[in-house]
């Protein structure tokens, strides 16, 4: 059976090559093309496709509104394609992927570069379609957070890796974390750039903590604040210190979990808290059964919150997970493993 997929995209042009590209793979039906996101809602209903590719700006309603309805009504696998022209774009698709859809990837180039665009469209929207996607109503961000305790002075940092529905889970978590929350979060997402530098500013204007990209040769914090591996660096702690490298990639990852992971079991010991979420692939889960050995308290997201259950599985095979925690109870977790020091 083909895989059936909707194309939004206000621009002829660029939708026209989407259908062209995805029409030319034999698994692959075109069901339904539009330019716009009302009528994206009506054929989405209408048509039921198993995956649509989506366009941010697009006129009537924007491809985040369409977003946010569809993952609402009819939940679909969505696919971002997007210009990522500028910072507004890059808020309104983080925004998307918060509010449920699954994955983004640029708009062709023009260039020579366009034949393994191509291929990858192919292959994303097959990803993609594959994917199990549940009712998602975006919550509204509350401003008010659990009175905080004084903390136990255990843990001196936690750091969370996550990849495919990585955004949405992380706004998730950190959301929900209070303002004076007291060690620092390291973490790791597998996003691709030009999508990933901003990622960082965008979070920090979601959420209570301040967010910000690691910088080289920076202390690591000793209060509560979001730290993020950029995009083409791996994160290290090392000599008290955040480290950026550029070894070479670990499960085809650069940034790498396993590389956060490992230095924090090598360098906090059982003063550390690390967290794997959802995310295809393997990259993380022999980080954390290192972090586990040397003491640290170890979490990974349970299949049903998942949006892809494979870093958090491969991490509970090899015995790496303390405990398995449904994505709605992490930052609980968290909190009170730094207050109350629980084990």
Known sequence: MKTRVLVVEDSITIRSR????????????????????KTAIEM?????????????MLPVMTGLAATEYIMAHHPTPILIVSASTNRGELFRTYEALAAGAVDVLEKPLGDASDDAWERKLVSTVKLVSRIKV???????????????????????????????????????????????????????IHIAEPFGHAFAEWLDGQ?????????????????????????????VVRGGRLRLTDD???????????????????????????????????????????MRRAGAHTIAQDEATSVVFGMP?????LGGATRVLPLGDVASALTALVTRGAR
């Open 134 to 188: 549940i009712t998602h109503v975006r919550a509204k961000m509350g401003t008010k957070h659990a009175a905080f305790v004084t903390p136990s002075g255990q843990f001196r940092a936690v750091a969370i890796g996550v990849s495919t529905g990585g955004p949405s889970a992380l706004h998730e978590i950190f959301s929900a974390l209070p303002k004076d929350f007291p060690i620092p979060v390291l973490f790791v």
């Open 207 to 235: 959420v209570a903590l301040p967010v910000s990209i690691a910088r080289d040769g920076d202390a690591l914090p000793s209060s509560g604040r979001i730290v993020m591996a950029p995009p083409d660096r791996h994160l």
């Open 313 to 317: 599985r491969e991490a509970i095979a």
């Open 44 to 56: 989405c209903a209408s048509l039921r496709p198993d995956v649509i590719t989506l366009d941010m």
């Open 248 to 290: 070479p990639e670990r499960h085809s990852c650069k940034p790498s979990i396993d590389t956060l992971f490992e230095s924090c079991a090598a360098e906090l010991g059982s003063s550390a808290i690390g967290c794997l979420l959802t995310g295809m692939g393997k990259d993380g889960a022999g980080g954390l059964l290192a």
């Open 18 to 37: 989407i259908v062209e590209v995805l029409a030319g793979d034999p698994s692959l039906e075109i069901v339904g093309e539009c330019g716009d996101g």
